[in-house]
């Protein structure tokens, strides 16, 4: 079994920092895809900003210039850097993890519980 722990969510003011963190434990031989989702209600789960095990990363348009995915493969943990929120970034933040059991094995998705991400005044 995987298990996968968000952290980091919460209130902040338009233009303001947060930090999410992720981190995978259990069964795990090795890592591909981490990253994050986000959604609101009555709308579908969009990618946010994933990065695979070499390092390749990729944005939403939305996102771009303001978000920063990182990753710490020693401690199976993905970042995002959120800076200059906005409102419409209002969302629960889901991160994945594509983990292996073993060399031979495909990746499987699990998924964090979700965090709250509320930017407001």
């Known amino acids: 079994q995987v298990q996968v722990l968000e952290s980091g969510g919460g209130l902040v003011q338009p233009g303001g920092s947060l930090r999410l963190s992720c981190t995978a434990s259990?069964?795990?031989?090795?890592?591909?895809?981490m990253g994050w989702y986000r959604q609101t209600p009555g709308n579908q789960r969009e990618l946010v900003a994933s990065?695979?095990?070499?390092?390749?990363?990729k944005y939403a348009d939305s996102v771009q210039g303001r978000f920063t995915v990182s990753r710490n493969n020693g401690v199976n943990t993905v970042y995002l850097q959120m800076n200059s929120l906005k409102p419409e970034d209002t969302a629960v933040y889901y991160c994945f993890v594509g983990a292996r059991r073993s060399e031979i094995e495909l990746a499987v998705i699990h998924w964090g519980q979700g965090t709250q991400v509320t930017v407001s005044s």
């Open positions: 990065i695979t095990s070499s390092g390749r990363i």
């Open positions: 259990g069964r795990i031989f090795k890592i591909d895809d």
